[in-house]
């Protein structure tokens, strides 16, 4: 597969760990364990085929109503496995990022997550981005409140807010949007994940539960994507004529 037909921004919520382990009777943990392992497997991959933004859903903002036992597990696995795997970011150099409401990440974590930040800043290659205590709803919100701000301080009238101004208040301002979102595990939603940036991304909904997701299939989703039209609203005549007479539409 050529990398201009890879997706730019590939994006992943990656579900059903619990399900994963409780089939094999072993605590919801033992499939958090396998499931991180399948992370670190996806990203060397993504980064050696040239996906240039990868964005991996790992917490969300309602994930901290479980129950404290496993948040608190998750929390530990998420420190280690950034600690560990920060040599192999760098060798593959990949830059790391989050999106999410990381002040609400326990201290030793935060602390995992900003080392990390900082190490791989100078890295070139991937863009990796953990989505971390993040949720859709709560970054729009949080965009709305700057943009309040500047019109309260008189730095912007309100009929100069638009899409861009909005898409450059989000957290995650510095990314593409998402041209495929995957999720895993068979569940037909979105669980508060980039909502504003998903307008036009295509799904991808496989049964696999995350810890058996494997380079195969990830490489037949891929393939799946490029057979895709994307039509952005417009007619399928109009996108097989390209760009110019598309634009001649606006
Ligand atoms: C995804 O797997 C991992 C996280 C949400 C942290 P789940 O833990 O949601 O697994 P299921 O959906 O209960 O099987
Ligand atoms: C979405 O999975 C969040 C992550 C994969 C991190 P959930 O398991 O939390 O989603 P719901 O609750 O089934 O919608
Ligand atoms: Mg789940």
Not at 44 to 69: D, K, M, V
Request: charged share 25%.
């Amino acid at each position: 597969m050529t990398a201009a037909k890879l997706p730019r921004h590939l994006a992943i919520i990656m579900d059903g760990n619990g399900r994963w382990a409780e089939l094999r009777r072993r605590d919801r943990t033992f499939g958090h364990l396998k499931g991180a392992r399948v992370a670190k497997e996806m990203i060397e991959h993504c980064a050696q085929i040239g996906i240039e933004y990868l964005t991996l859903y790992a917490f969300s903002s309602e994930n901290w109503l479980r129950p404290r036992t496993e948040v608190t597990f998750l929390m530990k696995l998420l420190g280690r496995h950034l600690r560990k795997e920060r040599r192999t970011l760098m060798k593959n150099n990949i830059r790391f990022s989050v999106i999410g409401d990381i002040e609400r990440l326990p201290g030793a974590v935060l602390e995992e997550v900003s080392l990390t930040i900082e190490e791989t800043r100078i890295n070139t290659g991937m863009n990796l981005v953990f989505a971390l205590s993040y949720g859709g709803r709560q970054e729009i919100t949080a965009a709305v409140r700057n943009i309040a701000r500047a019109v309260a301080a008189g730095e912007i009238q309100p009929e100069e807010i638009d899409e861009s101004m909005i898409a450059a208040n989000l957290q995650s301002s510095f990314l593409p949007d998402p041209d495929l979102i995957i999720r895993t595990s068979g569940e037909y939603r979105l669980s508060n994940f980039l909502l504003w940036q998903a307008a036009y991304s295509e799904l991808c909904i496989t049964k696999t539960l995350w810890p058996d997701f494997s380079l195969d299939e990830l490489t037949q989703t891929l393939q799946q994507f490029t057979s895709r039209e994307r039509r952005f609203g417009r007619t399928a005549e109009q996108v097989r004529q390209g760009p110019t007479s598309q634009q001649a539409m606006v």
